[in-house]
DNA sequence: GTCTATATTATGATAGAC
DNA sequence: GTCTATCATAATATAGAC
């Protein structure tokens, strides 16, 4: 094998992380400005580079927020997700759903945060024909992983676990008050894993238990 | 009084109204495409008028914004705000507030969603010194709005209709259930005010309630 | 793989006719 | 009170040097 293919199969390997490294700045700068007001140049200022270097890895900016978006659904399904198989009742493998849910929606804050935003691109969204395939397929993977509470709802009802409510609403309301988790969550100075587990278990008591006496 | 100055004092009764319909295609426009997304084109499109119209009422695309925004939030507080002080427990008190506060988020959608794009900006924002006063004046009708929730966990705590939770935590995680109902909600065709407050009556009672059995 | 131009287009905002 | 220009600016994307 020669040097320079040697090269490019080291830098096959490296380049995915020179990749994830412009994911993460853009990730960051959809959250704080939102999608349109972020530019090619925020995302190439957060690296300390010039918009070149953002082109080179991502052919244009809608192409560069699916790539964030996708990231963000795959984190939940790798993280949360997987609890959907477990063992125990319904309730506690979505006690464990809950939890690694909201664990993601503190820990990796900025991709998740854009999950809601690709949502409504998709829902109001006048994308180009070409974009609208691939923001439909992030969008039945969303719908996969949300498809694992509706089913932990039903096997709640079924195994007597939990109460027998529409599943899909359930689904809604559920979600809702642990992805509110990203939009007021800060993490604060010296904070440490466990302190954010103390506080998701918090949060799955309530919202699993309800606020009434 | 010259017949003029009775026109110009008519033109002032109308007015208002004018103005609200460039508020309410605002609102839509920005609940569509986002806030830098949307153009001030759009919104005059949305009017099936042109800028002149828009810039006539509303000096900046900041101010229509912040106009929308503020409109938001006095219509929570008019319509779920006031059953702070009520009849009942704190539990029965709360339930009014939780199913008011749910048929805004289906009624006035495209406001209230607005709602959530402001709290980012003046989080994350770099607005001019001259808006960020503004700004924070509305970040504080809010803030007293979510007291009102605050207040009455904490009261529902006292009273023994609720459970003893930390009433901040339990704000958030409530209002995040009810407002994500502003994400998910479209109105089906045909859809009657008594099928919404069915559908309101039903969250409210599995999130106050909790998924448990 | 990253940089420095540069072309092209769209947007916020204003001035002035009607 | 609304419209039709028009200006200034900023952003996407590309071409080509290094």
Redesign the interface.
């Known amino acids: 094998m020669p040097a320079d293919m040697q090269a490019t199969a080291a830098n096959d390997l490296i380049s995915p992380d020179r990749r994830e490294e412009v994911l993460a700045a853009a990730a960051e700068c959809f ?7 972020t530019s090619m140049d925020d995302v190439a200022d957060a690296l300390g580079a010039t918009k070149g270097r953002v082109y080179h890895h991502f052919r244009s900016k809608p192409e560069l927020f699916f790539e964030v978006f996708r990231r963000a659904i795959f984190i939940l399904i790798r993280e949360a997700g997987v609890h959907e198989t477990g063992p125990g009742h319904a ?1 506690d493998r ?1 006690r464990r759903m809950a939890r690694a849910h909201i664990l993601c929606m503190m820990e990796t804050q900025a991709f998740q945060r854009n999950l ?2 690709g ?2 691109l998709y829902r ?1 969204g ?1 994308t180009s024909e070409e974009h609208k395939a691939t923001l439909e397929d992030l969008m039945n993977l969303r719908r996969g992983y949300e498809d694992a509470f509706r089913r932990t ?1 039903a096997a ?1 009802a079924a195994d ?4 027998a ?2 599943p899909s ?2 689904m ?10 990203a ?2 969550y800060s993490p604060r100075a010296g904070e440490t894993r466990a302190h954010r587990e103390k506080l998701a278990e ?2 799955v008591a ?8």
């Open positions: 959250m704080r400005r939102g999608y349109e007001a309730a979505l809601t935003l949502v409504d109001f006048e709802f709640g007597g676990s939990m109460k409510l529409d609403l359930a809604r309301t559920l979600l809702g008050a642990i992805n509110w988790v939009v007021w918090e949060i309530q919202v699993l238990g309800g606020y009434l006496a």
